[in-house]
């Protein structure tokens, strides 16, 4: 698949594009990991224990050192500038984000403990793979169907030139020039995973 052409696009436009794409990227990697762990224990096959590590490691570092720094510094700081009207669904979707960063970690350590050989290890982090996959989706759901549409109400051509610009450079907020070619190649290779869609809120598996 190839990335969306956000050229011919205004920036409102393609700056949208750009956070749906991430989305879908993120999407498709938790929808893949969860896939595998039911395939687990439904039809009994060995998790493929090198690709589950690539998958956490795919989404503890692409959300928590790309796309959700720059929605906190651009899209949610600009929209409170904007409006006070979207400040208590902005404060719980950054709740949410500080939330997603321990889960993603208690994740990890789960995983850590099934390769140790805990008893019932791999079952323990299954459960945990699902809890994980439901709040994302639950997570970018509500940020494309409340956040999104208000900041189209509120944001100025500025506002959505600057947003536009962050997420178009895929930035490090770092600052480190081969962290940011990473998340390039990250991106690329969870985009081309088997995709899922985002539903309506309220609509999980
Ligand atoms: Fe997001």
Redesign the pocket.
Known sequence: MADTDFNTSTPRESAIAI?KE??RA?GNVMHALHQMMQDVFTHRTEPDQALIAWMLYCIDIY?ERC??PK?DEYLFRLLRERTSSADAMLDE?QAQHVRGAQMMAYLEQLFVHYLGGAPDGLRHFADAVKSYAVFLWD??EQ??NR?LPLAEKYLRPGDWQVTDDAFRANQDPLGDAEVQQEFRRLRQRMINLPPRKLKPHGSHD
């Open positions: 956070i991430e989305h993120l959300p796309h959700h929605e979707l997570h970018m940020e494309e956040a």
